[in-house]
């Protein structure tokens, strides 16, 4: 007899623009998915978007054999979707257990198990407790849930958290079955894919919800697994360029280079690649550069030494000028540049040192960089959100409220930052991206670098005339492609 199917679903976060990204593999879902088929359960992935919820509830409502529906929920608007779509789903069949997975549930297991929408949620990896949950489900619940590692549940006494899974030693045990999905959704215009190689980061910075969700445990593919599984997807999609997704791609340099120099030779190119900035050393930028990397996308996060201590990062000012300095000496290397500005402690000083560091990085490989100044946004379980607290900061309180938990969309406020004190950090950051320059610009592209170097170099950004235009011209664009 057929078992029972198990639906996953991954609602798509708005991206830039308020636009969902649905070029981007659902890859949890693509793992989960693909150990539980291994292990015998039939799997449907619905990756979609809000609009399609109502349809996607009403097709697993229409299923009269499911055996549970899985959410894999990242904090933010997905938050306040996926509760959306898993009360659709209980109210429509209550017998139905809803299961919820990913970074947010993780660590915030009871605020989502209070839901009454929510049945289990899976915490941190989740491949092995998703298939215990699935056996333990199909046994019609004979079995103790408590023996579940990495389990959330709802018991007579009140919630219950098991305790923490280990995780698993070899990931290559772990793979991504691409035939639950139609591959060629994921290949973009310019035949580049988004892969994960790699889960976890050793390092700890305050900001990021690495250190309590991976425990500061790094774990890979293999290299010969890597590049079988990347030419298995240009056999079956042409790919020709990927773009890895990993936290830290590059935690074992020789591992990193490897891979992009074996993809080379199998004629798989890597445009784009995300490195620490302490981990920049001219043999690796020149063998990258020779390897026809484009793009290094480099997190250097703060040019106020207080700050960067205080975020953990692990770097200082003299590592980052270091880093950019290298990279400055490949002619055919750009840079994709993120900061964060406006932590709790930070004073227009911080602000102003993070700026003044952006326009000496740009002297020193001019016209290169994209920057991108991002406004801090506290994240569930990273190390500095005491600070935060501080400040009498705390989340929102329902499933709802996380909707305007969005910082590229929406107009986010902090106890520490008022609306106009975001307006100046969002004027920061439009100005810092116009010291760009994109390839086959025109002539009149340096005039307005000039005019925004001038502003941020004098802190001045009222009557922000450029911006106005540049907002017009890219509306004028996403006119003409549709
Ligand atoms: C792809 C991606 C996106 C995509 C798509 C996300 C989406 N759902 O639409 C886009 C580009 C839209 C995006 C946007 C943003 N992202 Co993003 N993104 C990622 C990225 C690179 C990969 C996610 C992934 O596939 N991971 C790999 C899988 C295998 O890991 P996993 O999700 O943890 O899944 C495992 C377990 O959690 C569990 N699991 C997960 N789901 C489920 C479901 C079930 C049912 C079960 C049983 C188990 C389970 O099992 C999986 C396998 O073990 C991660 C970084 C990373 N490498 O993880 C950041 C990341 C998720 N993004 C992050 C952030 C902050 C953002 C942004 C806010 C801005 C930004 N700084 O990038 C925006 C805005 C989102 C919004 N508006 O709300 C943070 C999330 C922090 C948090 N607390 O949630 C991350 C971790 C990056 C970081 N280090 O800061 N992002
Ligand atoms: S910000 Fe990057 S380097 Fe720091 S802990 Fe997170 S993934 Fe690791």
Not at 47 to 74: N, Y
Not at 213 to 225: I, M
Not at 271 to 282: G, L, M, N, T
Not at 417 to 435: C, G, P
Request: hydrophobic residues 40%; contains cysteine.
């Amino acid at each position: 007899m057929p078992k029972p199917t198990i639906h996953l679903v991954s609602i798509a976060a708005p991206f830039r623009m308020g636009i969902e990204d649905m070029g981007r593999p659902p890859s949890a879902l693509l793992y989960v998915g693909g150990f539980l088929k291994q292990s015998g359960f039939q799997v449907r992935v619905h990756h979609i978007s809000e609009a399609q919820i109502k349809m996607t509830a009403a097709t697993i409502l229409a299923d009269k054999d499911v055996l549970f529906v899985g959410f894999s929920v990242i904090t933010g608007v997905p938050v306040s979707s996926s509760h959306e779509a898993s009360r659709i789903i209980k109210e429509g069949n209550p017998e139905i257990p809803v299961v919820w997975g990913g970074i947010h549930p993780s660590i915030m297991p009871e605020e989502c198990l209070e839901n009454r929408s929510i049945d289990y949620v899976v915490i941190g990896e989740g491949e092995n407790t998703a298939l215990e949950l699935s056996n333990f489900l199909l046994q019609r619940r004979q079995g103790d849930l408590r023996r579940i590692h990495g389990l959330g549940f709802k018991s007579d006494s009140g919630i219950v958290i098991t305790p923490q899974r280990d995780f698993e030693a070899d990931l290559d045990r772990f793979r991504q079955d691409w035939s639950l999905v139609d591959i060629g959704e994921y290949v973009r215009d310019d035949r580049s894919f988004y892969f994960i190689t790699s889960r976890g980061c050793p390092h700890g910075c305050g900001f990021c919800y690495n250190q309590q969700f991976n425990q500061r445990r790094w774990r890979a593919h293999s290299v010969k697994f890597v590049i079988a599984e990347l030419q298995a997807i240009q056999r079956a999609a042409g790919i020709r360029h990927v773009v890895f997704d990993d936290d830290n791609f590059f935690t074992d340099r020789r591992r990193g280079m490897e891979i992009i120099h074996r993809l080379k030779e199998t004629g798989i190119g890597c445009k784009w690649v995300e490195i620490r900035c302490d981990y920049i050393e001219e043999d690796l930028v020149r063998r990258l550069a020779g390897d026809g990397v484009e793009r290094l996308f480099i997190g250097w996060e703060s040019g106020s030494p207080e700050t960067l201590s205080r975020i953990s990062k692990g770097i200082d000012r003299p590592c980052i000028e270091k880093a950019f300095r290298i990279i400055g000496k490949q002619p055919s290397l750009q840079v994709d540049a993120s900061a964060i500005i406006g932590f709790p402690w930070e004073t227009r000083k911080h602000v102003r040192q993070t700026v003044r560091l952006a326009l000496k990085l740009f002297r020193s490989m001019p016209f290169r960089i994209q920057f991108n100044i991002g406004t801090y946004v506290p994240y569930p379980g990273s190390p500095i959100l005491h600070e935060a607290r501080r400040w009498r900061f705390s989340f929102p309180a329902s499933a709802d409220g996380w909707r305007s938990y969005d910082i590229l969309n929406g107009r986010m406020t902090f106890p520490w930052a008022d609306s106009s004190r975001m307006r100046a950090f969002r004027r920061i950051d439009q100005y810092a991206k116009l010291l760009f320059m994109p390839r086959h610009s025109s002539r009149k592209r340096y005039l307005l670098v000039f005019l925004a170097y001038v502003r941020l170099l004098l802190g001045i950004y009222i009557l922000p005339i450029e911006l106005w235009r540049e907002k017009r011209a890219a509306g004028r664009s996403l006119k003409a492609a549709g």
